[in-house]
């Protein structure tokens, strides 16, 4: 290798990344492939943070929860529920434009490479919207930070954004990259091809930053050991992110129409950067 490994190889490497069984041990001899199955524990240079959700309760050190009247704001189902391996979910309620939110703190940095993944479906495909990825402190934790898809126009406080968004609201009703870089660069979209998802089928997007580089990759993950791409799923933009701006990672899930309530589930999330 021309350099060393640093945290934003760690993203570009999902398709090695350690759980992911068939494809981990096939690249385990590579050094992106040793890199990928250690890098969670590399603690001395490196912040790993992963959750599973399953504890009884939602760890509230790592994590808030934002909603609207009404919702019922993202927790882990009580024991002896009829769900498995741990996970979060809600309810939209059924108010148009109603949305329940995930955060973490503001301490992550493009700067430093950081990158998330997030396990997630939704069982509403209509009439919807959502948001997922880095994001500085928001004013209002019910809000999307994108006002606009069709125009990238960012609101709610937002100055440096990097978040997969879809809203049917919008012209444009398929998936893009949103991206904005504070005062440095303009707010800026990159389009996830056409996609966007089918009901109740588990998704995983990585959104790794490289300084003030953004990349995504959106997989199908219903079959948690073998992740595809979708179509269209690995997008850059370039210069479109601060990296010197403290973001948090965020996951909102809103409803776009009344009588639409909808219940996004998490599986898990987890966030890394360089030291």
């Not at 490289?210 to 959106?218: P, S």
């Amino acid at each position: 290798m021309s350099r060393n490994l640093n945290a934003s190889d760690f993203g570009r490497m999902y398709h090695g990344l350690p759980g992911h069984s068939a494809k981990s041990f096939n690249r385990l001899g590579t050094p992106r492939g040793v890199m990928a199955a250690t890098f969670p524990n590399m603690f001395m240079d490196k912040v790993f943070l992963f959750d599973d959700f399953t504890d009884d309760t939602l760890n509230t050190f790592h994590w808030a929860v934002g909603s609207d009247t009404g919702t019922t704001a993202f927790a882990i189902p009580a024991e002896g529920s009829t769900v498995a391996n741990g996970v979060i979910t809600g309810s939209t309620a059924t108010d148009d434009n109603e949305a329940i939110s995930i955060y973490g703190s503001a301490c992550w940095q493009g700067d430093k490479n950081c990158g998330m993944a997030i396990r997630w479906k939704t069982d509403i495909v209509a009439d919807y919207f959502f948001e997922m990825g880095f994001v500085d402190p928001l004013t209002d934790y019910s809000l999307p930070a994108i006002n606009d898809i069709d125009t990238p126009t960012i609101t709610n406080g937002a100055t440096t954004v990097a978040v997969l968004a879809l809203d049917t609201d919008q012209t444009l009703t398929t998936a893009a990259l949103i991206c904005d870089g504070n005062a440095t660069y303009a707010t800026s979209k990159v389009n996830v091809g056409t996609w966007a998802p089918t009901a109740a089928n588990w998704y995983t997007t990585v959104i790794q930053t490289d300084g003030d580089d953004v990349l995504i990759w959106v997989y199908d993950s219903n079959t948690a050991s073998a992740p595809s791409l979708v179509t269209d799923g690995f997008q850059v933009k370039l210069a479109g992110f601060e990296g010197g701006d403290l973001v948090q990672p965020w996951a909102i899930f809103g409803n776009r129409a009344a009588s639409n309530a909808a219940a996004p589930v998490i599986d898990f999330i987890a966030v890394w950067q360089d030291r």
